[in-house]
């Protein structure tokens, strides 16, 4: 059996009932075959796909917190800090009911590879709670924030691992956890990421992983000759990644049509009303099924829907495997040219290779959405500088970060012969500075 074989079947058995981790694993490891048959003797021996697939340290903690009744609630935290060869851990903290163990490794794992693709000193991690932010009080989601930053603060440090945003955590939930950690540690520094502007988070950094979308899926285009401007796009979601997502889109010319959320989606053929779509989401915390009373135009449907339209460009941005085969057969079918992912693994793997198959410009997550946690890294430099970037600068140095990693997986995958294979150029552009590093450190 081949050495990456032999490591997919230890994941399964060692990993059991995490569906998600094991995928985000198979697609990293499958497109790794030639470099690894390259240098096997190397790896075996170090077993370094074994300590890659191994998370350095994960913790999982009770989260009591009292409701607006007067009624204790329990939920349950994590944080993995799966890699930390080239730089303090990085990640987001996602608050969601379905985050369980699993959940948090396949993206803490994603997040390996993201990070060294942005070319900045960051290692990977992510955490989160299955704790549901939705119709909960402004007082409950703070007891809620106390509490898990309480136990989560005997972890994490402005040098050895910076939390940020995720799905259900965003500004709120990061003003909250901030305040307590500094309270509890008599500290202010930069633990965070995603701060609000007025005690040291980044300008620029609210729009960061949808714009640098945007940057990327513009160059991926540009570099096989297609011009995004007049190009129709279909995103789903609706929170932080669609939003700028969206926006940017718009900026460069580019018809979004449709936007959703977990209960339903929205066409609007003239195209999304932003400044709707931002009252609703960003102000009312409401359901995107009142968007057609502020667009009589368009038409909201419930359940899943967003892939069944006829757009040219599909932006995925809401969560994990949102798209599965049959969706990407519709959008094939109705001559759907490029996917760029803005969630995580929103992808299911055989859509994925059915996109590839059918010559349709796929930039997978780990490379598309990195501008968030790319600023985030940013946003660390400024805090240690106790600086303060111009939108301008920030935004400039954005979009260099995402043509340069679009350049770096075209090279990559053109490299060992899989040229317009984006995914594979990712993971293995991501994953040659992982692999040197951890060689060069030892066995740790
Ligand atoms: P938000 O919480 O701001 O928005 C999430 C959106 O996705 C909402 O519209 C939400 O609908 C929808 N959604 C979430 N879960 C589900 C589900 N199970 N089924 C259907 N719809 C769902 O999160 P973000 O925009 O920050 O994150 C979106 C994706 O982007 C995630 O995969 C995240 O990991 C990824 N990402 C985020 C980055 C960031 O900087 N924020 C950086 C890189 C990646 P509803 O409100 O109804 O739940
Ligand atoms: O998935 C991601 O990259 C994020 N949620 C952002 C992480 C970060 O540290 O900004």
């Known amino acids: 059996m081949s050495y990456i074989d032999e490591v997919m079947e230890r994941v399964i058995v060692k990993n059991p009932a995490e569906p998600e981790f094991h995928q985000a694993v198979k697609e990293v490891l499958e497109s790794l075959r030639v470099v690894v048959a390259a240098n096997e003797e190397n790896f075996r021996r170090d077993a370094l796909l074994e300590r890659l697939v191994e998370p350095e340290r994960q913790f999982k903690f009770r989260v009591p917190w009292v409701d607006d009744s007067g009624q204790v609630q329990v939920n349950t935290g994590y944080r993995v800090q799966f890699n930390s060869a080239i730089g303090p851990y990085k990640g987001g903290l996602r608050l969601h009911p379905s985050v369980n163990l699993g959940i948090i490794k396949f993206l803490g794992f994603e997040q390996i590879f993201k990070n060294s693709l942005t070319g900045l000193p960051i290692g990977g991690g992510k955490g989160g709670a299955d704790f549901d932010p939705k119709g909960k009080s402004d007082r409950e989601v703070m007891a809620f924030c106390q509490s898990f930053m309480t136990e989560l603060s005997r972890y994490i440090g402005a040098d050895t691992d910076v939390p940020a945003g995720d799905i259900g955590t965003g500004a709120r939930e990061i003003g909250y956890m901030f305040g307590q950690y500094k309270r509890l540690k008599n500290v202010y520094e930069g633990v965070l990421t995603g701060k609000g502007l007025t005690y040291g988070g980044s300008l620029a950094r609210t729009e960061a992983t949808g714009y640098g979308l945007l940057y990327l899926t513009k160059e991926m285009l540009s570099i096989n000759g297609i011009e995004i401007a007049g190009k129709t796009i279909a995103v789903s979601g609706s929170g932080n990644v669609a939003t700028y997502a969206i926006q940017k889109a718009q900026e460069m ?19 999304i009303d932003l400044l709707a779509l931002k009252e609703i989401k960003e102000v009312k915390r409401a359901r995107l099924s009142e968007y057609v009373n502020l667009r009589p135009n368009a038409v909201y449907h419930t359940g899943k829907g967003v892939w069944s339209v006829k757009v040219d460009i599909a932006l995925p941005c809401a969560t994990q495997n949102e798209l599965l085969l049959e969706d990407a057969k519709a959008l094939v079918a109705n001559g759907c040219i490029a996917v760029g992912e803005g969630a995580n693994m929103p992808t299911s793997l055989d859509a994925t290779e ?29 805090n240690s500088g106790r600086l303060n970037w111009s939108f301008e600068e920030v935004d400039g140095k954005l979009k260099e970060i995402m043509v340069a990693i679009t350049h770096n997986m075209a090279a990559a995958a053109e490299k060992y012969g899989f040229a317009g294979n984006y995914v594979i150029g990712a993971n293995i552009a991501g994953f040659e500075k992982i692999a040197t590093t951890m060689t060069i450190q030892g066995v740790v």
Request: glycine share 14%; aromatic share 10%; no cysteine.
């Open 354 to 382: 059915y996109f590839l198959a059918h010559g349709v410009l796929f930039a997978p997550g780990k490379a598309a959405n990195a501008g968030g946690v790319a600023v985030s890294a940013l946003e660390m430099s400024q």
């Open 253 to 271: 010319g580019a018809k979004v049509v449709t936007a959703s959320d977990s209960t339903g989606w929205v066409y609007d053929s003239e195209g």
